[in-house]
Every structure is written in structure tokens, then in C-alpha cells.
């Protein structure tokens, strides 16, 4: 396992698992329910892109709660062909967040929210972009945004 593995806390974890395997093309690997027999998962986890991910189940007497769309944190995913992917994700029932496009840092890049609150940005590398490219090409792409703006 490597040092930082997300753990996701969804409203439907045994929804989010398959929401995954349509989306992004998730392996199963351990289901783990609570044994009163509820049909809540007190442990989940999945390979996405051979990467580990765990899910749980909303347990808020334990303070265990989903995002429900305003979670600060992204999940960054790179893939072969993000339109194919991104398209996937939102005929599965993902929400567009930030349209799919070619990005001054070279990728190809938008973001999206699963159905469970989870913000994914997804990204198809496309061509080499030196630091100072990306500065320079910053300063156009990024203005009129509200972020660029405070620094």
C-alpha cells in the first residue's frame, strides 16, 4: 500500500462502488458490512488505475459523513483518454464541474463530481510544457479568475 490512500465516506458506499466500476473502470477488491445485517459497509476498497481507494458508509453517530458536493479536497486522476472517460463518468451520473479542455500546462483537463459528493479532476497529458511556458502562458488563462486575482 503506498504512505496516502484516500478514504472516501459516501451517503452509499455499495452505490459508490459501482458508480466507480462504471465511471472509472474500478476493481473490487474487499466489501467488508456491518454485521447487523443493515447492508452498510464498514470497509470498502477499490483499484482505480491500480490505485487503492477506500469507501465506507455515513456513520454520523461517528461523526462519519459524506461531502454531499462541497468537499474542499479533489481527486486527480490521469488517464488515457479523458473525453472517453469524462463522458463515461457523467452518463454513470456524475455532474460537470469544469468542461473538458486542453490546458495551458499541457494536459487535457476538467473536473467533475460523482453522485456520492467526491470533486474528480481528470487529466489526459498531451504535450511537454517547460515551467517557464506555463508561467508565461498562465498569465493570459488565468485572468478574470477570482484566485489569480488575489496574488
Not at 38 to 53: D, E, N, T
Not at 68 to 91: C, M, W
Request: hydrophobic share 45%.
Amino acid at each position: 500500500m503506498p504512505a496516502i490512500v484516500p478514504h472516501l465516506v459516501c451517503s452509499d458506499a455499495s452505490a459508490a462502488i459501482e458508480f466507480y466500476k462504471k465511471a472509472f473502470g474500478a476493481v473490487e477488491e474487499v466489501r467488508m458490512p456491518v454485521p447487523d445485517g443493515s447492508g452498510k459497509l464498514m470497509h470498502a476498497m477499490v483499484r482505480i488505475g491500480g490505485a487503492p481507494v477506500m469507501l465506507v458508509d455515513e456513520f454520523p453517530e461517528w461523526g462519519s459523513v459524506g461531502p454531499q458536493g462541497n468537499s474542499p479536497v479533489t481527486l486527480h486522476h490521469y488517464v488515457e483518454d479523458i473525453d472517453t472517460v469524462f463522458k463515461r463518468a457523467l452518463d454513470a451520473g456524475a455532474k460537470e464541474k469544469l468542461p473538458v479542455a486542453d490546458m495551458f500546462w499541457g494536459d487535457r483537463y476538467g473536473i467533475l463530481v460523482d453522485p456520492f459528493g467526491h470533486s474528480w479532476s481528470l487529466a489526459t497529458h498531451v504535450r511537454d510544457v517547460s515551467p517557464e511556458e506555463a508561467m508565461e502562458a498562465s498569465k493570459t488563462a488565468m485572468v478574470g479568475c477570482p484566485e489569480a486575482a488575489q496574488q
